[in-house]
């Protein structure tokens, strides 16, 4: 007797779908910006030069590696609601906030463009709260609150560098 092939069922997780696509886009427009993020510091860890070489490589891979795998996290959300996540250049410049930085910036200025792209990650996750809200949808809010606490400690870790 031969087994008749079974449908896959719908996604029935307690968030309807025009709510789940709503946050889709969102965590693909966080991503988006995460995935800006670690290119510019992995870039940075790359290029950086000067008196804080040392120090600033070392902190700028232990950026990069932490966002790095941040975006697997981010990324399998989006797949766990349902949708396919962006995972094209094209698709992420399309979407995030950050805007590339030309050329090789000096080692402050390297540090006042994370500073700035760090705080622009933070609101892109921080702009997905009331629609996760209203969707119950809490392991989303978990993801948002634990980047959140990273990007925002380390905002300030790195403007604190350039303080006198």
């Known amino acids: 007797m031969a087994s008749k092939k079974m ?5 029935d997780i ?8 709503k946050i889709v886009a969102g965590l693909s427009a966080f991503l988006a910006d995460s995935y800006t993020l670690y290119l510019m510091t992995h870039n940075f860890h790359w290029n950086v ?8 490589h070392a902190m700028f891979m232990d950026q990069y590696t932490e966002q790095w795998n941040a975006l697997d996290v981010i990324a399998e959300r989006i797949r766990a609601l349902g949708f396919p996540a962006p995972g094209t250049y094209k698709e992420f410049a399309k979407l995030a906030s950050i805007k ?3 050329g090789v910036p000096k080692a402050e200025d390297m540090v006042r463009h994370l500073v700035i792209a760090q705080e622009a990650t933070a609101r892109t996750a921080r702009a997905l709260f009331d629609l996760v809200d209203e969707a119950n949808d809490q392991p989303t809010a978990d993801v948002l609150t634990q980047r959140l606490d990273v990007h925002e400690k380390t905002a300030w870790m790195l403007r604190s560098l350039l303080e006198e």
């Open 7 to 11: 449908k896959t069922p719908a996604i």
């Open 14 to 21: 307690g968030i309807p779908e025009d709510q789940r696509k």
């Open 100 to 102: 590339e930085v030309d």
């Open 49 to 56: 030069t000067g008196p804080q070489f040392n120090s600033l």
